[in-house]
Nanobody
Framework: QVQVAESGGGLVQAGGSLRLSCEVS????????MGWYRQAPGKKREFVAA????????NYHGNVKGRFTISRDNAKNTVYLQMNNLNPVVTAIYFC??????????????????WGQGTTATVSP
C-alpha cells in the first residue's frame, strides 16, 4: 500500500523558515514527478512547486519563486520544500502529491495522483 506522509509544518514568525518533508513508501519513487500544493483558509487548493522524477524540470508558483525550493532525495524516497522569508499570506495546509502535474497550468489527474494528508504551516505577523 502506498503511503504519502508530510511533516515539518508548524508555527513560525514572519521572516522565518520551514522545511517540509514528504516521504513516500510502497512505490518506486524515483520514477515519479512530485509536487507540493497548498490550501489557505477559505481558498482553493493551488499549485506551489513541482519537480520531475529526474530533477531536470522544476517549476514554482510565481509568488514563491526565490523563496521556496523543492528538492528530492530518491535514496530516501523523500521530497522537500524549503520555505524561506515566510509571510502570513503563505499560511496554509501543504500537500505532497505523487505523480503531480509539473506546471501550474497542467490539469490534475485524479486517477493517477496520490495525495498526502497535508501538514499545516502557520506564519504569524
Amino acid at each position: 500500500q502506498v503511503q504519502v506522509a508530510e511533516s515539518g509544518g508548524g508555527l513560525v514568525q514572519a521572516g522565518g523558515s520551514l522545511r517540509l518533508s514528504c516521504e513516500v513508501s510502497g512505490r518506486t519513487f524515483n520514477r515519479d514527478d512530485m509536487g507540493w500544493y497548498r490550501q489557505a483558509p477559505g481558498k482553493k487548493r493551488e499549485f506551489v512547486a513541482a519537480m520531475s522524477w529526474s530533477g531536470s524540470i522544476i517549476n514554482y508558483h510565481g509568488n514563491v519563486k526565490g523563496r521556496f525550493t523543492i528538492s528530492r532525495d530518491n535514496a530516501k524516497n523523500t521530497v522537500y520544500l524549503q520555505m524561506n522569508n515566510l509571510n502570513p499570506v503563505v499560511t496554509a495546509i501543504y500537500f505532497c502529491v505523487v505523480d503531480a502535474p509539473l506546471t501550474p497550468d497542467s490539469p490534475n489527474n485524479p486517477l493517477d495522483e496520490l495525495w498526502g494528508q497535508g501538514t499545516t504551516a502557520t506564519v504569524s505577523p
